[in-house]
């Protein structure tokens, strides 16, 4: 393995040369992703989508990772997020779509950020930062082809490009993007999809009459961008696949699909001990053991990520054995049930990761907990350091 190095967000509480937990964060795997997303879009620009912190892997290092996989653009949800990216001197164009009235569009525009507008007094909000700021907005004018989530509905769209067109010609706007969002391309067979792709084009056409013709049309995520050309455009925006995690169906993935997951979630074994069979194994006692048993108590819980829905579930490997949680998981700890397998105390535990070592993956994860991968990795605490692997040059992370 390459020689890793620390990079701590918050927690100066973390003993940094002896992490007891960590997720290891493989940094030339996001590179590697990335650069495989660009040959799947083709002549479109990508994308990284960066929010909730990088998908828990660290907001900056994941930018500067997928940067040089040669990503054209970084997104993320909120303008804190595009903030941040700025100040650790990230230069690179960077697109934000979340913003209630009264975000600092002012400091937005003179950031360089571009923005989303989903109404007309946003839009007019955006303007009016863009007078004072004496420069234009990059907007990127949002339809909502279906989702029913944010951006002008069909009725509402002439009306928003009416009042952006008005804004061009008054030189507060560039108008670079038009943009929706998918709700179902994680199921290829959901018609949904192409009701969306129709509505977008609608979209497009009528902006198009109104004279507003951007040069940015996007719609695409992780699943369409894998496997659905038709919503590539000009711009694809994925996001957990850039973390090396495939959210189509398996019976859809294909071998171009070679992403590499770049995170790792272990933990050393805090305490192993002998339990006689029937015993009951944590909280409220759900589950009793077998038969005589080794249990190791492995030191992550649901305050570091580990669902609770998980509990009698999760997956793990320690050395050669593949285990699974006993019982209830806890704050800050759960259980392995390990029989008479020689697992000692400060060996690794491995939640999830690549495979290389015999880990399971995130989707077994997801699968145990009722969830998705995204919430999964969104979700790990602080109390896990991020440690990241170099397989390729040093990221300049010490503006953070
Ligand atoms: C999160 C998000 C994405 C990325 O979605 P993935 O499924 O992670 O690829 C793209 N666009 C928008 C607007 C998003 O909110």
């Given amino acids: 393995m390459p020689s ?27 590179s590697g992703n990335v650069e495989t997303l660009r040959g799947i879009a083709g002549t479109a620009k990508l994308m990284a989508v960066l929010k909730a912190d990088g998908y828990g892997h660290g907001l900056v290092p994941a930018a500067r990772a997928a940067l040089r996989g040669g990503a054209d653009y970084l997104g993320t949800a909120v303008l804190e997020e595009a903030f941040a990216l700025r100040a650790a ?46 420069r234009p907005a990059r907007v990127h004018l949002k339809i909502d082809t279906g989702m029913w989530r944010g951006g002008a ?19 507060l706007i560039e108008a670079t993007g038009i943009w929706s969002h998918l709700a179902a391309a994680d199921e290829p067979e959901n018609p949904s ?22 040069r940015l049309r996007h719609i695409a995520n992780s699943a369409a961008t894998l496997s659905n050309p038709e919503a590539h455009f000009d711009l694809v925006r994925p996001g957990i696949s ?43 006692g759900t589950e009793r053991a077998a038969a005589a048993t080794q249990l190791a108590i492995i030191p992550l819980g649901y305050a570091d990520g580990v669902m609770r829905s998980a509990s009698s579930k999760g997956p793990v490997q320690i050395g050669a054995g593949r285990y699974r949680v006993i019982g209830r998981v806890c704050m800050d700890q759960f259980m392995v049930q390990v029989g008479s397998d020689a697992v000692v105390p400060g060996q690794q535990a491995l939640l999830f990761g690549p495979g290389t070592d015999g880990e399971p993956h995130l989707d077994q994860w997801a699968q145990a907990a009722d969830t998705i991968p995204y919430e999964i990795l969104t979700r790990i605490g602080t109390r896990v350091p991020r440690i990241y692997l170099e397989s390729i040059p040093a990221p300049d992370v010490s503006g953070t």
């Fill in 242 to 284: 850039v973390y090396g995690i495939n959210p189509l169906p398996p019976e859809y993935r294909t071998s171009r699909m070679d992403l590499r997951p770049a995170m790792t979630l272990r933990a050393a074994v805090a305490h192993v001990k002998a339990a006689p069979a029937g015993a009951a194994v944590s909280y409220g």
């Fill in 153 to 171: 509905s069909a009725e509402d769209w002439p009306r928003l490009c009416g009042a952006a067109r008005r804004a061009l010609d008054a030189g």
């Fill in 193 to 214: 999809t192409s009701m969306q792709l129709a509505a977008f084009r609608a979209a497009l056409a009528v902006a198009r009459d109104l004279g507003i013709t951007p």
């Fill in 89 to 134: 001197g990230v230069d690179a164009p960077i697109f934000t779509w979340l913003n209630a009235p009264g975000s600092n569009y002012l400091r937005a525009i003179e950031e360089d950020i571009d923005l989303a507008a989903y109404d007309c007094a946003q839009l007019e909000e955006i303007c009016h930062a863009a007078r004072q700021a004496g």
């Fill in 4 to 30: 890793p190095t620390i990079f701590l967000d918050s927690a100066a509480r973390i003993d940094t040369a002896n992490p007891q937990r960590s997720a290891l964060i493989d940094l030339g795997a996001i």
